[in-house]
């Protein structure tokens, strides 16, 4: 018999919890939950932390969320008869930091409502403690330090389209860094977003919904197609974005009464998305100011244009199988010592330069770190110990700075003439930079620390801030509550001896403030002016009126003191947020010569060269090697291979000097070393152009404009689009943007459809690429019938991967040289990776009868010949001897 269910609250109808406040009567609300409302009513799109007592809490349907994307506890709390209870979740206020972060990194917008007085005020006037919005937290404004990741800025961009042009303005307020361009072509848009990667994108609307902010993923006909939806968008009013109010805007806060300046006087819509930054900025910081650096103007044509493909393709940041830092570009190149340096590095790795000038300038200062040992390595120990004063210095603007950080920028400010000293040698343009430290910002970190004690505490309104002989006022106070902390300890002793009582003490609670206490059994002994407050087991509790006297002193004391020391804190703080901009200035410098110092130190250690850069089209890269894959393998493992690419006439491309091609069709079995050889070439171009020497025994490289990849194969779920398709598009965008001057690496183009497509579209694009475009190529292919192009097209040539047979297995060489391979010995890498024997036969009979029955004539399309001589020197004799269409596998 099952057992009979018993009556319990459980049968009861739940009670009804109310999770909207957007429709109800706040007259029936307690004060409290009606300024709550009030102020949900000013945020609507943001989750609104509303401070009680120790709690920062949330109501009404905030708090679904935040239980729901904080796996808090949902509870619920009286809301007054017509409503009932009220849905509630609370975090604690020292946990509000760890919180918060969570909501922002989740894409959320979250106001923070503190109290401004302390609550004692309001109990003893009987109202309600003050509350007022302190900060609104949205994923491209944050400045606080646990909140952002060391070496990686964060981004607030801000975006206008109009037709085909678009303005973009970025800054990473934790830094003051603030940018702007203006552009045509609304992919190139798309490219410069993907590279900025801001956590959040400011968009003119006129959505209903203005404020908004749209999650990543979330879709919005607000949107417009070429705005990619990783990213989270904050939907704006367009009345900041007019370019009347975005200029106004931008003199104002920079105290200009022209743009010209700035050199944006004719980027319109680069000072619209400018303008509507800076309000948007202003908007959300609330309570704190934040110094943003003067509007900088770029131009995209100033750097290498490096697409998201390829920069994903290249892992320059993270690897391409699993996302990690490990085993990425940037893993393999960063010695730097700081976060500013780790920062600029990433920076400079995603917009490598163009400008022969700027890479020499960068080239000169590791040549001279690399030569001379000891400053290098006195250099990256001083680095060692300077913080993160770019940061510092905003949280210092901004007056967000506690005694911790300015103690941090105080000392690294001394620090820094040190660093100035040791690179005073120096002749290179970086280390320049460095030796004109201002020298009163040495004499402001100093007087940083004459004022601060050594170890400050984290909060700054609980004193023990600042050392003493500072303030006479602070002395005299600190004096006078020392005298009477004393007069208790004494009480103790002279208290013993009037009462005759040995055990008797003096204590402390939290309730009755300070105390005298004697064993019950000795009562009888206390003298008259004690007052008896608390009966315990074994113990009786007195004050008098003058241990209460001095209780008073002692507390008030104890208060005045600590407002003393936060105002003394915050004029020191004040001081130093005067120089903020300088200390910027020369962190900007600071950080250079870290990312440069550690790119010596790795030309030292990994033995890397110092590339010749120049205009033109020619890539010589004497035993190169993969800068990552030579790390993971450890010393002399990595087999090194050279490059030689691009014609010296690039007008007729009938280069004469052998091996020196356009093309170069890459062939060899799997696992051979194709994809590293491709990468490795891409990877040397890429490092020279930031300005690095480059892993090789010598390298002789043109400037390229573009840098394409095409790697790999992966399904793109997120825009529905296949294996192929994606290749496709890939391989179009190169098509379609690559020039002579571009670098373009192939790998294995066309595998993702049926055999004779692939290779039909893989001959023909090697064949656009080698003809039309002329662009230095590496083409990759297990399709090892385009070695015939070679034949036939003067600036294309075979190369190959050797590996040596053995009777029964194959050794990879990982050596590159000329000529294309016959074989692919895919069967033979599926034997080894464990298909059953029967498959392996079966394959091998296959393979026989395809070999059999086909094979491929040979041609270019005619009009070539019409449009570019090509001269072929396949040695056969029939130079121009074209045939009219390409003929592949007729039997
Ligand atoms: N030059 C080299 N020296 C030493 N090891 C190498 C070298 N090149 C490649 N390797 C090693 O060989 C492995 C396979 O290389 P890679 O992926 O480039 O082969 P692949 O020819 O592109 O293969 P597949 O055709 O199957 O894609 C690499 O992970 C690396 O460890």
Known sequence: MAPRRKADQSDQPPKKICTDCTNIDKNQLSPMYKHYVEVKEQYPNALL???????????????????????????????GKELGRIAMTGVPHHALDRYSTMLVEKGYAVAICDQVEDASVAVAEKRMVRREIQKLLTPGTLTDDGMLTARRNNFLAAVVIAGEHWGLAYADISTGEFFTTQSSDLSNLTLELLRLQPSEVLIPTNAPDINGLL???????????CLPNSFCYSLRSQKSFTLIEASQRLKDTFGVTSLEGMGCSNLPLGVRAAGGLLEYVEDTQKAYQVPLQPLKTYSLADYLVLDHQSRRNLEITQT???????????????????????RALRRWLLQPLIDIKGITARQDTIAELVDNTPVREDLRAMLKKIYDIERLSGRVGSGTANARDLLALGESLIRLTDLSAIASYGTSPYLKAIQKVPPELEQLGNFIIDNLVESPPQHIKDGGLIRGGINSQLDEMRQRLEDDRQWLTNLEVTERERTGVSNLKVGYNKTF?????????????????????????????????????????????????????YEIFTQL??????????????????????????LAEIAVYQNYCRPEIFEGREIFILEGRHPVVEQSLGDGFFVPNSTNLGCKDAKFCVSTEENNPDLIILTGPNASGKSCYLRQVGLIQLIAQIGSFVPATEAK?????????????????????????????????????????????????GRGTATF????????????????????TIFATHYHELNELASILTNVANYQVMVKEMADKIIFLHQVI????????????????????????????????????????????TNIQQRKPIANNNGNGNKGDFIEQLDIFAD
């Open 49 to 79: 932390l509303y401070r009680v007592g120790d709690f920062f809490e949330c109501f009404f349907q905030d708090a679904v969320t935040i239980s729901r994307e904080l796996e808090l506890v949902q509870t619920s709390k009286e809301g």
């Open 215 to 225: 999650r990543p993923g979330e879709q919005s006909e607000y949107l417009a197609d």
């Open 320 to 342: 391409v199988r699993d996302g990690t830092f490990y085993g990425s570009l940037l893993w393999a190149l960063d010695r730097t010592a700081t976060a500013m340096g780790g």
């Open 513 to 565: 403030g300070y105390y005298i206490s004697m064993p019950r059994s000795k009562a009888e002994q206390a003298p008259d002016n004690y007052q008896r407050k608390q009966t315990l087991t074994n113990e009786e509790r007195y004050i008098t009126s003058e241990l209460k006297e001095k209780e008073t002193r002692i507390l008030t004391a104890k208060d005045d003191l600590n407002n003393l020391e």
């Open 573 to 598: 703080r004040e001081k130093v947020a005067e120089k903020a901009s300088e200390i910027r200035q020369i962190a900007k410098a600071v950080a250079a010569i870290d990312v440069l110092a550690g």
């Open 701 to 749: 490289l043109a400037i390229c404009d573009r840098i394409f990849t095409r790697v790999g194969a992966v399904d793109d779920l997120a825009t529905g689009q296949s294996t192929f398709m994606v290749e496709m598009n890939e391989t179009a965008n190169i098509l379609n943007h690559g020039t002579a001057q571009s670098l373009v690496l192939l790998d294995e183009i």
């Open 757 to 776: 497509d692939g290779l039909s579209i893989a001959w023909s694009v090697a064949e656009y690429l080698a003809t039309e475009i002329q662009a230095r």
């Open 818 to 861: 000329p000529g294309g391979a016959s074989k692919s010995y895919g069967i033979e890498a599926g034997r080894l990776a464990g298909l059953p024997p029967t498959v392996i036969k079966r394959a091998k009979q296959v393979m026989g009868q395809i070999e059999k029955h086909s094979k491929i004539a040979l041609g270019l399309r």
